[in-house]
């Protein structure tokens, strides 16, 4: 399922703690059980370390179901409860 050509969206807080962003990213590399992302942010370049089950969505533009405020194409939503989590919390905006 996970490769380095997908694009992945996944819950970011830049100080660390409970995600107030996500960030949209094709990985670095794939483990066992994380991923590896490398991505700018600001003036920063970033790495991240995210576990696969905390990965939130997959962009799919063919099984996707959702759309999200600031990024193009569809997702396919891996973490419900996670995805939904950060929706309720306005972490994430869905586009209408």
Do not use: C
Request: aromatic share 14%.
């Amino acid at each position: 399922m996970f490769n380095e050509q997908n694009i992945y969206l996944f819950g970011f807080n830049y100080n660390g703690g409970y995600p107030n962003e996500v960030i949209a990213q094709k990985p670095t590399s794939i483990e066992e059980d994380r991923v590896l992302f490398h991505f700018s942010y600001g003036h920063h370049s970033l790495s991240e370390f995210v576990k696969k089950e905390e990965i939130l969505a997959v962009g799919n533009n063919q099984k996707g179901t959702v759309r999200i405020s600031g990024w193009s194409g569809k997702f396919e939503i891996l973490n419900h409860q996670k995805f939904d989590e950060l929706v309720s919390n306005g972490v994430i905006k869905l586009k209408e």
